[in-house]
């Protein structure tokens, strides 16, 4: 949570589609509005998420870290699908409670997306109608991105197979191995960093070591 607790902003998108299929809360963190309203810009000009499943907030942690407030500054995102996704997102790192506050700006402009409301993430809808507790299958929005760019290597690793089967196996193989092998390692630090420490040290003791000594 050290990023987000530093964070004065955020940009949420609902359902983004991750390797084209799957459809998770994503979060990104901004330390400056500026910084913020120039990204929310070009998520506008570039279309690359329809602007009715985004929000740009504020956001205020409270002290004991288990509630998020969020500010609605723009976005056509739905105050109630807002709140769902942040618990989404945050309920693996203790946040309870979320709550939305502010209107958008432009939301006046933004045609509706008549899907929206269709694919609310069920279990942290009724915890936000009822008791507001965090989803223990949540996965924080920085590892799922982290997540996104180890699936982004697989057709490298298709490769480095197909070379394998066929007996070419070269030096670049082996390096794209060792690059594969130490970024997992990364993303399992991370991840175990964020949801449990004590395992970081369990995953240092049993990586693969596949460099040269």
């Known amino acids: ?5 530093k964070a004065q902003g955020i940009i949420l998108f609902h359902d983004y589609k991750l390797e084209g299929k799957y ?3 994503v979060a990104f963190p901004f330390k400056k509005a500026s910084e913020q309203q120039a990204e929310y810009k070009k998520i506008a000009q570039t279309k ?7 929000a ?6 409270d002290a004991n870290g288990t509630t998020l407030t969020l500010d609605l500054k723009k976005g056509g995102l739905k105050p109630e699908l807002i709140k ?3 618990l989404e997102i945050f309920g693996a790192v203790g946040i309870t409670t979320v709550n939305v506050v502010g209107q958008s700006e432009d939301a006046a402009a933004i045609p509706a997306d008549e899907n929206a409301e269709d694919t609310a993430p069920q279990a942290a809808t009724e915890k936000a109608a009822a008791t507001e507790k965090a989803s223990p299958n949540a996965a924080q929005s920085e590892l799922i991105v982290a997540l996104k760019a180890l699936l982004q290597d697989k057709a490298i690793l298709a490769a480095v197979i197909a070379n394998i089967k066929a007996n070419k196996v070269s030096a670049n193989d082996e390096k794209a191995i060792r690059q594969l092998n130490d970024k997992i390692t990364a993303f399992l630090k991370n991840a175990a960093n964020e ?6 040290a369990e995953i240092e003791k049993n990586k693969t070591n596949l460099h040269h000594k």
């Open 48 to 54: 690359v998420h329809k602007l009715a499943k985004v």
């Open 1 to 5: 949570m050290t990023t987000w607790k």
């Open 84 to 86: 769902a996704s942040a």
């Open 195 to 200: 949801t449990n420490p004590k395992l970081v």
């Open 23 to 25: 459809k998770v809360p």
């Open 56 to 61: 740009s907030c504020e956001l205020v942690f």
